[in-house]
């Protein structure tokens, strides 16, 4: 049997670098919880071939999820999608001509037959994206689990019962 050392868990693709500041969540959200990815510039309009290189090789590379960000015409993380058996989520990153409804809608309408997991516009997305992905690793992962049970708990633990002015 090979040792797997090939590449971490995670991928997480973006069409842009200007994608970065909302894809940095779910980089960040990942280090919280101790995983480990790989992050990389990938466009499907501008990158076609780096695309299929990257899609068709992830699950052969080592990779277990793949998280993909794009804006506009948001095309990334379909063809991500079809072109891997891995789970792909997708993060629809704001335009800035449609505040990325036009992201979204490019890629939660995936025809039936290939599935992108698709969350919500910007940060919120990015975070989720990531929680999702772990959320799938800790099903084989014990030690992974604790740890998102408590970075939930921390989470509950930070809410307040009752709000404060701003200024007190
Ligand atoms: C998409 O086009 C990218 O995902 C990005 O969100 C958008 C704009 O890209 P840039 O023109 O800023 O490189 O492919």
Redesign the pocket.
Known sequence: MTEDTAAPPVAII??????WPVMRNAAETLDALGIAYSARIV???RTPKRLYDFASGAKGEGFKVIIA????A?H?PGMTAALTPLPVFGVP?E?RALSGKD?LLSIVQMPAGIPVGTLAIGRAGAVNAALLSASVLALGDEALAERLDAYRERQTASVAETPKDDDG
């Open positions: 973006m069409g842009s670098q200007s994608d466009s499907a309009h960000g794009a804006g506009g948001a990334l990153v335009s992201s």
